[in-house]
């Protein structure tokens, strides 16, 4: 499966992104789908998780009541809608998918910088 994302850029604090992935294959072959994000220095974080129908989602603490993730398998999409954004939510965001044999795909990530 390829992931391409693509909605980062440079935003002040306060204001929203909205990121969006665009995966190969059909999204209803992809069991759950997320964002990650990594910041200079920093490790690999999860940022939020969607199930294979979009009933279920998980996200950090961090992003709760401000990030929205979602999917269209219609449309082979997922997407972060980022509100109230925060300089220290400046990372690199990554796309995942996880296929139901267990095997985790990345995309090429898309920066994301909040000025103060």
């Known amino acids: 499966v390829r992931l391409v994302e693509s909605g980062g850029g440079l935003v002040q604090a306060g204001g929203s992104l909205r990121l969006s992935c665009a995966a190969s294959?059909?999204?209803?072959?992809?069991?759950?789908m997320g964002w990650y994000r990594q910041a200079p220095g920093k490790q690999r974080e999860l940022v939020a998780t969607?199930?294979?129908?979009?009933?279920?989602?998980i996200y950090a603490d961090s992003v709760k009541g401000r990030f929205t993730i979602s999917r269209d398998n219609a449309k082979n999409m997922m997407y972060l809608q980022m509100n109230s954004l925060k300089p220290e939510d400046t990372a690199v965001y990554y796309c995942?998918?996880?296929?139901?044999?267990?095997?985790?795909?990345w995309g090429q990530g898309t920066q994301v910088t909040v000025s103060s």
């Open positions: 995942n998918a996880v296929n139901y044999s267990g095997r985790y795909f």
């Open positions: 294959e059909n999204t209803f072959s992809i069991n759950a």
């Open positions: 969607i199930t294979s129908g979009g009933g279920s989602t």
